[in-house]
């Protein structure tokens, strides 16, 4: 069986994330690729997908655009996507929010694992406009991920795998 984990990221904390879901996964006897987004020609080649991204100004841009372009292939493959934000790190009004961005991404699929991770912002790493941008969303400086909620995920994750 080959599982592709399909990231999109900006500043690199999706990256590794998608890396530590490899890991993990192998920790469970399940080898998975990990690959960026746009270097994914064609998901036929692999049985099962997980895809992810972070959200930038309420969208999963990337994400969005492989689902669309992809629907046909997608459709029987994908069993899990996750979404990296910093509204995952405020109230439950803005992660309601966050969680219909995933929704809108990945539409009209959804998957029995669904991921919902705080990210990280780094400044250093941002362009002006970038920094600019995160002033307007009022997203916290920080790395805010959980590594320990996203390992509990990935269980989940290889349990759907193992099927
Ligand atoms: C310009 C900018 C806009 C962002 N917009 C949002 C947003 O609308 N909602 C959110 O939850 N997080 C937002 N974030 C936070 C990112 O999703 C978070 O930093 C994520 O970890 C970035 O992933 P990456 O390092 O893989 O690019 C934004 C960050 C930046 C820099």
């Known amino acids: 069986m080959r599982v592709l984990i399909a990231y999109a990221t900006h500043a690199g904390s999706t990256a590794e994330i ?3 879901i490899a890991s993990e996964l192998k920790n469970h006897g399940i080898s998975a690729e990990v690959k960026e987004i746009r270097e994914v020609i064609d998901p036929g080649e692999y049985d ?9 100004v309420g969208r999963m841009k990337e994400v969005e655009e492989f689902c669309k372009q ?8 994908l069993i899990g996507a996750f979404t990296v934000g910093m509204a995952f790190t405020g ?6 929010e966050a969680r219909q961005v995933l929704d809108t991404a990945i539409a009209p699929f959804s998957p029995g ?13 941002l362009s002006f406009f970038e920094r600019t941008a995160l ?8 790395d805010f991920r959980d590594w320990n909620a996203i390992r509990t995920w990935i269980t ?5 795998l193992r099927g």
């Open 18 to 20: 998608a890396t530590f």
């Open 70 to 77: 992809h629907q046909a292939t997608i459709k029987g493959r």
């Open 156 to 160: 989940g994750v290889a349990d759907d």
């Open 91 to 96: 109230d439950e009004v803005k992660q309601a």
């Open 48 to 56: 099962r997908l997980i895809i992810g991204g972070p959200i930038y």
């Open 113 to 125: 694992r669904l991921g919902y991770f705080a990210g990280k912002t780094d400044p250093s790493r």
């Open 135 to 142: 002033k307007v969303v009022k997203a916290p400086i920080g």
